[in-house]
């Protein structure tokens, strides 16, 4: 089963604590992060997403961003565009 995750409209410092805390509150099942209402994502919460694709690839279990229309601009300036591929657990 997937967990989901609806990033906020502005997933900037703010947000970032409680992205990480719903982020820690679903390990062990793979995971979607609904970005379709996300209009804007900050470099710390874009760096939370970063580990947390690592460390669900390195447990086996997918991760994917969803909805990332309006989020890949900032990800692709912040380096991290591969966030938008969609991760499936390594064999």
């Known amino acids: ?7 906020p409209a ?5 947000a970032a ?6 982020i820690r509150s679903l390990q062990g099942s793979a995971l979607n992060i609904d970005a ?3 209009q804007s994502i ?8 970063v580990s947390a694709q690592q460390s669900w ?3 086996g279990l997918g991760f994917e961003i969803i ?7 900032d990800l692709m300036l912040l380096g991290v565009s591969d966030l938008l591929m969609k991760m499936e657990p390594l064999q």
């Open 17 to 22: 604590s409680t992205l990480l805390e719903q």
């Open 42 to 49: 900050g470099a710390l919460c874009a760096n939370i997403l």
């Open 67 to 73: 909805g990332s229309g309006e989020i890949a601009n």
């Open 36 to 38: 379709q209402h996300c």
């Open 57 to 59: 690839m390195r447990s």
């Open 10 to 14: 502005k997933a900037d410092t703010a």
């Open 1 to 7: 089963m997937r967990s989901n995750i609806i990033l």
